[in-house]
């Protein structure tokens, strides 16, 4: 009898261990999951951060006043407010204006001084902009990129009679054509000083400047104008300006 309990309180000691053993396992792989899951979660965490950063920095232009005219179904837009306070954070060095009006153009704006959600997160995505860091490295350089290549340029300035006349008139106003005139052209134009200078005094303010003559206007901007033919294809307000300036007194130098 004595031989069998000590061999039955031999088992239940074995046991004993047995289960303490087991659950000092299960107590260790607990505590291993519990430090893994931060880390699982963080990683989900970051994936999840990296695509909305766009619209983050959207949210924080946007004009705060709500949705506004010419906001998209997904709601919002920046405005030139918005636009002059992101140009101020990321310190840009170059013209503020000419920047906007490339990066207006890049993302495919439709409305003057207004970008919506979407044309900031599509244009932008196209262009692989998904950050700030690389927001401030694209306008940098953006100047620099489009201006001396004619081409882009070319595509650019005509681009922009549509974007910087509002939706309800059908010409641009001289005022906002003299403006930008003397903004896109002064590296284009030997005499852009003197046609705003002729526009502004022989336009009615009224009238608006069209399309064609926007356009026309870069063009004759390459020429010489004192080689300029009045029986050529300039419309009749380039020809009047070439008249107007060649009876303007030479400057002393």
Request: aromatic residues 10%; contains cysteine.
């Amino acid at each position: 009898f004595c031989t069998l309990l000590n061999a039955g309180d031999i088992m239940d000691a074995t046991r004993r261990k047995s289960t303490a053993r087991n659950g000092s396992i299960s107590s260790k792989e607990a505590t291993r999951r519990q430090s893994n899951a931060p880390a699982a979660s963080n990683t989900v965490a970051a994936g999840i951060s990296k695509r909305p950063e766009l619209e983050v920095l959207f949210d924080k232009y946007r004009d705060s006043s709500g949705a506004g005219e010419g906001a998209d179904s997904e709601g919002g837009l920046i405005s030139r407010q918005g636009m002059q306070l992101m140009a101020e954070e990321l310190s840009l060095k170059e013209d503020t204006t000419l920047v906007l009006l490339l990066l207006a153009w890049k993302i495919g704006c439709a409305q003057s001084w207004h970008i919506s959600r979407s044309e900031w997160l599509h244009g932008l995505t196209t262009l692989k902009v998904t950050s700030h860091p690389k927001l401030r490295t694209f306008l940098s350089g953006i100047i620099e990129e489009v201006l001396p290549d004619d081409d882009l340029f070319e595509d650019f300035y005509f681009s922009t009679y549509d974007f910087l006349r509002k939706d309800t008139t059908k010409l641009l106003p001289v005022n906002v054509a003299v403006e930008n005139w003397a903004l896109l052209l002064k590296t284009r134009f030997k005499h852009y000083k003197k046609w705003c200078e002729f526009i502004t005094a022989t336009v009615d303010p009224e009238d608006g400047i069209p399309r064609d003559i926007w356009r026309q206007v870069l063009v004759f901007a390459s020429q010489d104008i004192q080689k300029h033919d009045p029986e050529g294809n300039f419309p009749v307000l380039i020809d009047d300006f070439v008249e107007w300036f060649k009876e303007q007194p030479v400057p002393v130098k």
